[in-house]
């Protein structure tokens, strides 16, 4: 996606060489009529797919999803990371190895909002190593829901997310691949 590609390359920087920061437009502040367009850019790849729920997990998956939702008339879920008191204690329970964080959280989905025969979209900001978009996969597994597609916004193509997700028989669609970082640059996939 063009203007995807256009908004990382000139307001994206490189932390460590290694993590992308889009906080102008996706992980902070949010572009919503850019959003928008992302929106319906993945409905256009998923048209033909059957979907009655978006998933995502808290918290940065959050506002991308809401709008991709709009796009297909459905709810969203979002997994949550801190279970409080408020959660219910019927859950389905997923552990995640976090690649900016580099700890092990758990994940939680009440088992009220996700069923047999729901047919799901997963929706994130970013795939690197799959940790995430697994442990979301899991959930889905666990409750019998079938998992139809994984629509993400940034996948760094130099790291084994796709390859992990795809192993498990799932399709990714990535608005934006990055190869890899050069000297403080994102270098994009043409
Ligand atoms: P994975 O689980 O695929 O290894 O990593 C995906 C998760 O890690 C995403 O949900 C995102 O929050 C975070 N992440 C991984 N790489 C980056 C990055 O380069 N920039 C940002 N902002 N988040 C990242």
């Given at each position: 996606m063009q203007l995807l590609k256009d908004k990382i390359r000139n307001e994206g920087t490189v932390i460590d060489g290694k993590i992308l920061k889009v906080d102008s437009f996706l992980n902070h502040q949010m572009d919503i009529q850019f959003f928008n367009e992302m929106g319906k850019e993945f409905k256009k790849r998923f048209q033909d797919t059957e979907i009655n729920k978006i998933i995502t997990i808290e918290a940065s998956g959050i506002g991308i999803a809401c709008i991709v939702a709009q796009y297909f008339d459905v709810p969203v879920v979002f997994a949550k990371k801190h279970g409080g008191t408020n959660m219910s204690t019927n859950v389905y329970e997923s552990k995640v190895y976090s690649f900016t964080k580099d700890h092990y959280y758990t994940i939680k989905i009440a088992k009220d909002y996700i069923k047999e025969e729901d047919k799901i979209l997963i929706i994130d900001d970013f795939l690197a190593n799959g940790n995430a978009l697994k442990g979301l996969i899991d959930i889905c597994n666990q409750a019998g829901a079938k998992v139809q597609g994984a629509g993400i916004?940034?996948?760094?193509?130099?790291?084994?997310g796709r390859k992990v997700i795809e192993k498990l028989g799932i399709r990714v669609e990535s608005l934006a691949i990055i190869e890899g970082f050069e000297d403080g640059k994102v270098i994009l996939n043409e």
């Open positions: 916004v940034i996948e760094k193509g130099f790291q084994n």
